[in-house]
């Protein structure tokens, strides 16, 4: 189990002091006003900006990031100052050499001595800041590919594939689009970090205390309160950071003592936190910058990315807080203290200005407006708002302190998308996703549920340990083409059912990074954290298959078939969750029949949603007969 858990150990973050802190500060500052230059009046094409990016990103990482849990936690070790160098010595070299670069013919100009040396500096740093923040177990997933890609002409069989030279693969990997400066790179540069920053101004401002004083009002008072404010907050929550990880942290570091404090098991106080703060990042605008990776990928509008996510999101959401309310019923669990529930009309009336950015932002996106502008606006609302109030005015150190700190959490998400950029550039080099239909097919035939199984089985692997967007990418590459042009599956509802998997892996043992950061809170066992978040969050595992079943659910509002089909996936959810609670605690025999109802409802077929809303309706009858019983009796 150590073992294992070695693979996927990450390093803590520093925090530096003394005559170092300013100026890295300033330069993680300077980082993000590049970036926001470059997004509203800077012309940078988009090869330019992803080098300039990740090799200025690059610099700071090693100083900021230690090399391992045992390092120095206030200053950086000579390692550090070593690979900090090589980075700056490499970022001088790639954004001085653009022009080239940009001009050069791929496979027909030969690279230099000193191109290859650069190359082979950038791929080090990046393998060794995904190690850092990630885990060993990314840098040998890249390592792996490298490998497949270098050696696999020597395999026989549907693996194979032709030579590829050293010089092919760095050309390819390095000096074009397709690889370490290829798609998952771009976005970190672009949307993710914007929204990154509107996250961040947004926290920084006090909005973050504002969701969660509503989410008390709203649901402090009722049973199981504690457990409610956990999911609605890490929902709201959610809606700006996209990350499971720091949305554990932020909220969890509340609810969790809370929920504790008022009989709650450590597991499952940390389990409700964990399923709550994993659905953040399938919750539109954000969507863990998955939502930006599938645009690019697709082709597929981002707006309407984003509409076809709410179904499959409110169902999870109504699905976990049907589960917390059964089950807090059932086990007696008290609501907030009186003094703890703030009121709705008093935190509405000191917040309401909060709101203004989202809506704004809402505005935007349905006006067409661009992701990059709609971050870049909604960022400026809220500095706007917080310089209207009094206590959250961010001036000047403040807002170098939001820039930096931007910066700062953009550090690992962009080597995950740099090392993932490897793989996919290995993978289109070697033709592997095409291979993966042949391997599919002759493992499980060629059904397409056993191949959807697979998918998912293959999408989660992939994404153990990994922040969503390089968990989503890779498995959007290796596995999409096969479901889409071998199974004939929609597209959107295909990339769908893939970010559905990647974001679950981070509640999935043996490696969930999320249950590894409520364990810290709750001071309990991951695995058992994983565990009793995955019953909470059991619609989430289905829903990709009732959303393949029924495209029509993520495009509710097109016709009234599919707003017919939405209510029956949406009951389906209601009704599983329902039952899942039920078997575990009440009556096993109306809980399996509510969990078959609820499984009718997702199927596409309109006699067996029938069968399963009749199901439903008699297993409810049956319970309220069992409960009236049980009232009547002495």
Not at 44 to 68: K, Y
Not at 269 to 282: D, P, R, W, Y
Request: hydrophobic content about 55%; overall charge neutral; some cysteine.
């Amino acid at each position: 189990m150590r073992l294992l858990a070695s693979l996927f150990d990450t390093s803590p973050r520093r925090t530096p002091s003394g005559p170092l802190a300013m100026p890295l500060k300033l330069y993680c500052a300077g980082v993000a006003g590049w970036v926001l230059s470059a997004a509203t009046w800077l012309r940078v094409d988009s090869l330019a900006m992803t080098i300039i990016f990740l090799s200025l990103i690059l610099v700071p990482s090693f100083l900021l990031v230690a090399a391992s849990p045992r390092s120095p936690s206030d200053r950086p070790s000579p390692l550090d100052w070593v690979l900090a160098a090589a980075a700056a010595a490499s970022a001088a070299y790639f954004i001085i050499h653009i022009p080239d670069t940009a001009e050069r013919i791929s496979l027909l100009t030969p690279l230099s001595w000193h191109q290859f040396l650069f190359a082979g500096i950038l791929v080090l740093l990046t393998l060794e800041i995904a190690r850092r923040t990630v885990g060993m177990f990314l840098m040998l997933l890249v390592l792996g590919f490298i490998a497949y890609n270098l050696l696999g002409d020597r395999i026989d069989g549907a693996l194979g594939h032709g030579y590829i030279s050293p010089g092919h693969f760095v050309d390819i990997n390095v000096y074009t689009s397709d690889g370490l400066f290829g798609t998952p790179v771009k976005v970190a540069a672009t949307y993710a970090f914007l929204f990154v920053l509107f996250g961040t101004i947004l926290e920084r401002a006090g909005g973050g205390a504002f969701f969660f004083g509503l989410s008390a009002a709203l649901t402090g008072r009722s049973p199981g309160g504690p457990a409610k404010v956990a999911v609605v907050s890490s929902a709201l929550f959610g809606t700006m950071s996209g990350s499971p990880t720091s949305d554990v942290v932020a909220t969890g570091s509340i609810t969790i003592p809370m929920m504790r404090k008022l009989g709650y098991r450590p597991e499952m106080a940390a389990g409700t936190e964990v399923a709550a703060s994993t659905g953040g990042s399938l919750l539109p605008p954000v969507m863990g910058s998955a939502a930006f990776i599938m645009a690019e990928v697709t082709g597929l509008d981002y707006l309407a990315i984003c509409f076809a996510a709410i179904v499959p999101a409110l169902v999870y959401y109504v699905g976990i807080y049907v589960q917390v309310h059964m089950r807090a019923e059932t086990l007696g669990l008290e609501p907030l203290a009186a003094e703890d529930v703030p009121q709705l009309g008093k935190v509405m009336a000191s917040g309401w200005p909060y709101l203004i950015p989202l809506l704004g932002m809402t505005t935007m996106l349905v006006m067409h407006y661009s992701p990059t502008m709609t971050a870049v606006a909604a960022s400026g609302l809220v500095w706007l708002v917080a310089l209207a109030r009094r206590g959250s005015r961010l001036g000047l150190m403040a807002t170098l302190d939001v820039l930096s700190e931007t910066t700062v959490r953009m550090i690992g998400v962009t080597g995950a998308c740099a090392a993932a950029g490897l793989v996919v550039g290995g993978i289109t080099m070697t033709g592997l996703a095409s291979k993966f239909s042949v391997i599919a097919f002759d493992l499980v035939g060629d059904g397409t549920f056993p191949v959807l199984l697979l998918s998912a089985l293959v999408t989660i692997i992939l994404g153990l340990g990994m922040p969503t967007p390089s968990a989503y990418v890779l498995a959007a590459v290796l596995v999409a083409p096969t479901l889409v042009n071998d199974l004939g599956l929609p597209l959107m509802a295909v990339h769908m059912f893939i970010l559905y998997y990647a974001v679950l892996s981070a509640m999935t043992p043996p490696v969930a990074v999320a249950s590894f950061a409520a364990a810290a809170i709750a001071d309990a066992n991951p695995i058992r954290i994983s565990l009793e978040a995955m019953q909470l969050a059991v619609t989430a595992f289905l829903m990709p298959f009732a959303f393949i079943a029924n495209p029509g659910v993520l495009a509710p509002l097109a016709s009234p078939a599919n707003a017919a089909g939405a209510l029956a996936v949406i009951l389906g959810g209601i009704a599983i969750a329902f039952g899942a609670e039920t078997c575990r605690r009440i009556a096993k025999l109306q809980g399996w029949g509510m969990i078959a109802a609820g499984l009718l409802l997702l199927l596409p077929w309109l006699e067996a949603k029938a069968a399963g809303l009749a199901l439903g309706l008699a297993c409810l009858l049956l319970m309220r007969q069992r409960r009236a019983r049980q009232l009547a009796s002495p």
